[in-house]
């Protein structure tokens, strides 16, 4: 218990971005629109976090991160049938064709960054990866993509053992937590999806 309450003395900017990022994901996995404007405060307090244990493009993510959740807000809102609230849809091939391609570049691009230009990064393999993998997952839930949740599985499991290797120990506890929440999103997704085309179907 001491050892508990030590923790969250000495970094309450981290125990304050673990919150907020857990209740993100909670109001992502049931379409509300409130994910996105504590996605940007989560955000912000992870950057901060990172910089000090210096994972350096994991930082520079959040930035990202806060982009597309300005751009999340919009599409939820507005990106539907006749400019209304978005729907679940099912990922198109060719766009995934282009979010592999995407991926496959982008931790190229990342890794030769980390090890030419940032070079005190300590997993620069790693953080390329999943800097890829989450700015895929995130542009996907923007546009309510059913598939952004497998994608988000595989980046938190990655993320586990990063974060265990860097002694994060709160924030992979907190990507434990949003594994369980990628599995029970991408099924409430999947639910109103199915939902949905039965519904059109059957009219």
Same mark, same amino acid.
């Given at each position: 218990?001491?050892?508990?309450?030590?923790?969250?003395?000495?970094?309450?900017?981290?125990?304050?971005?673990?919150?907020?990022?857990?209740?993100?994901?909670?109001?992502n996995v049931r379409q509300n629109i409130w994910t996105w404007p504590?996605?940007?405060?989560?955000?912000?307090?992870?950057?901060?976090?990172?910089?000090?244990?210096?994972?350096?493009?994991?930082?520079?993510?959040?930035?990202?991160?806060?982009?597309?959740?300005?751009?999340?807000?919009?599409?939820?809102?507005?990106?539907?049938?006749?400019?209304g609230t978005l729907l679940v849809t099912r990922l198109r091939p060719?766009?995934?064709?282009?979010?592999?391609?995407?991926?496959?570049?982008?931790?190229?691009?990342?890794?030769?960054?980390?090890?030419?230009?940032?070079?005190?990064?300590?997993?620069?393999?790693? %953080?390329?990866?999943?800097?890829?993998?989450?700015?895929?997952?995130?542009?996907?839930?923007a546009r309510k993509i059913l598939e952004s949740w497998l994608v988000?599985?595989?980046?938190?499991?990655?993320?586990?053992?990063?974060?265990?290797?860097? %002694?994060?120990?709160?924030?992979?506890?907190?990507?434990?937590?949003?594994?369980?929440?990628?599995?029970?999103?991408?099924?409430?997704?999947?639910?109103?999806?199915?939902?949905?085309?039965?519904?059109?179907?059957?009219?």
């Amino acid at each position: 218990m001491n050892t508990l309450l030590e923790f969250l003395e000495e970094r309450p900017l981290e125990v304050a971005a673990v919150l907020t990022g857990v209740l993100c994901v909670w109001f992502n996995v049931r379409q509300n629109i409130w994910t996105w404007p504590v996605a940007i405060i989560s955000s912000l307090l992870f950057a901060v976090v990172f910089f000090e244990d210096r994972l350096y493009t994991t930082m520079l993510l959040q930035g990202l991160f806060v982009g597309i959740s300005i751009y999340g807000w919009r599409s939820w809102l507005t990106g539907g049938p006749d400019g209304g609230t978005l729907l679940v849809t099912r990922l198109r091939p060719v766009v995934g064709i282009i979010l592999l391609t995407l991926t496959v570049a982008g931790t190229a691009g990342f890794a030769l960054l980390l090890k030419y230009y940032v070079t005190e990064s300590p997993y620069p393999l790693t %953080e390329a990866l999943t800097t890829t993998l989450s700015v895929i997952a995130s542009w996907m839930a923007a546009r309510k993509i059913l598939e952004s949740w497998l994608v988000w599985i595989v980046t938190d499991a990655i993320y586990v053992g990063l974060f265990f290797a860097t %002694e994060l120990y709160f924030t992979l506890l907190l990507y434990v937590l949003y594994l369980g929440l990628a599995t029970t999103g991408y099924i409430a997704w999947r639910t109103s999806y199915l939902s949905r085309t039965i519904l059109r179907e059957a009219t």
